[in-house]
């Protein structure tokens, strides 16, 4: 069975950056597209950014790009989400997902992933 670990959330001024882990045990990572999406209190959750299985083709929420990398290591079983120049307006819960494909797309609507972590908390101060 898929499971999905979030670390390195926390507490960070405005400007500061974090790097999010997402383990990944239970099945074969190189064959899932990996994606991280977000919550805010009162708010849906949003598309963050994906990745495909191979790496070679992300993509990122405009209110994140070029702020936000999204990256993962296939050896190591793990997703990453590098996050720079933080703003008050990024904090949220941050989930990873990962669903299974054949192709070497990445995927936007939090409806395909099958595969969800429990969440880590980022909030960022002003």
């Known amino acids: 069975q898929v499971q999905l670990v979030e670390s390195g959330g926390g507490l960070v001024q405005a400007g500061a950056s974090l790097r999010l882990t997402c383990a990944f045990s239970?099945?074969?990572?190189?064959?899932?597209?990996m994606a991280w999406f977000r919550q805010a209190p009162g708010k849906e959750r949003e598309f963050v950014a994906s990745?495909?299985?191979?790496?070679?083709?992300?993509f990122y929420a405009d209110s994140v790009k070029g702020r936000f990398t999204i990256s993962r290591d296939n050896n190591n079983a793990a997703a990453y989400l590098q996050m720079n120049s933080l703003k008050p307006e990024d904090t949220a819960v941050y989930y990873c997902?990962?669903?299974?494909?054949?192709?070497?797309?990445?995927?936007?609507?939090?409806?395909?992933?099958?595969?969800w972590g429990q969440g880590t908390q980022v909030t960022v101060s002003s």
């Open positions: 997902a990962g669903g299974f494909t054949v192709y070497d797309g990445g995927y936007s609507s939090p409806n395909w992933y099958r595969n």
């Open positions: 239970g099945g074969s990572f190189s064959g899932y597209a």
């Open positions: 990745i495909s299985v191979s790496g070679a083709n992300t």
